[in-house]
């Protein structure tokens, strides 16, 4: 089931590093909830994040700087749902009473979510959801959050948008284009670098370009600090 996610109330936020996410746990966080743990599903090797590609001492670095521990798991897509629950059931036994999702309005990820909370007999809370693209992209963009695009759908942008940092001209550029200005359906996705709740930037050091299943990949990897 979904909830009001309240004062004090500890919660795991399913974190892929990009910019819902990180909403997502920025609004759960100024209701006065409390951040337990970040998790982050990762791929078999257990090098990158199996959502967005990041590579996990991205991961890492993003959770240092927000001071809240990352959980992450392995899992191919064949039990990715079965090891989402034994994950949040850990967490449940950690004291997790919520789980916190960036989603917007795709009911069928919004369903899943409720089904794996249930299962793990945790509630769901969805702090983004049918909130207008435009108005969720703006609150970002003005609280002071960096967020760069490290992947592109092929059939929707060219390779030529990996690397850029989202900003409202960009975003009325998608507008233009026809895309979805927050990429909902996959048609871009970002990593968070900066913002109000990071205590210092996670500075990124991008790498090569890559195709691979129909989208184009920026490698990136954490720049030593200065």
Request: charged letters at 25%; aromatic letters at 8%.
């Amino acid at each position: 089931m979904s909830r009001v996610l309240v004062k004090d109330v500890p919660f795991v936020c399913s974190w892929s590093g990009g910019k819902d996410s990180c909403l997502a746990l920025y609004r759960a966080m100024q209701v006065g909830a409390r951040p337990a743990f970040l998790l982050s599903m990762l791929r078999e090797d257990g090098l990158r994040s199996r959502s967005h590609g990041l590579p996990r001492e991205i991961l890492q670095a993003q959770a240092d700087s927000l001071g809240i521990p990352l959980v992450t798991k392995t899992a191919s897509w064949d039990d990715y749902e079965s090891t989402f629950i034994v994950a949040l059931e850990e967490l449940k036994d950690a004291g997790v009473q919520v789980g916190v999702f960036g989603d917007i309005d795709i009911d069928e990820h919004r369903l899943w979510e409720e089904k794996v909370c249930d299962a793990a007999g945790i509630d769901a809370y969805l702090p983004l959801w049918k909130a207008p693209r435009l108005v969720l992209l703006g609150e970002f963009l003005l609280l002071g959050f960096d967020a760069t695009i490290v992947t592109v759908n092929s059939e929707k942008l060219g390779k030529a948008y990996l690397g850029k940092l989202i900003g409202l001209e960009l975003v009325k550029e998608f507008v233009s284009l026809g895309i979805d200005p927050s990429g909902e359906k996959g048609e871009y996705h970002t990593v968070v670098t900066n913002g109000p709740i990071f205590s210092e930037p996670v500075r990124l050091k991008p790498g090569e370009q890559s195709l691979h299943d129909g989208y184009w990949f920026l490698d990136v990897s954490a720049r030593c600090r200065a």
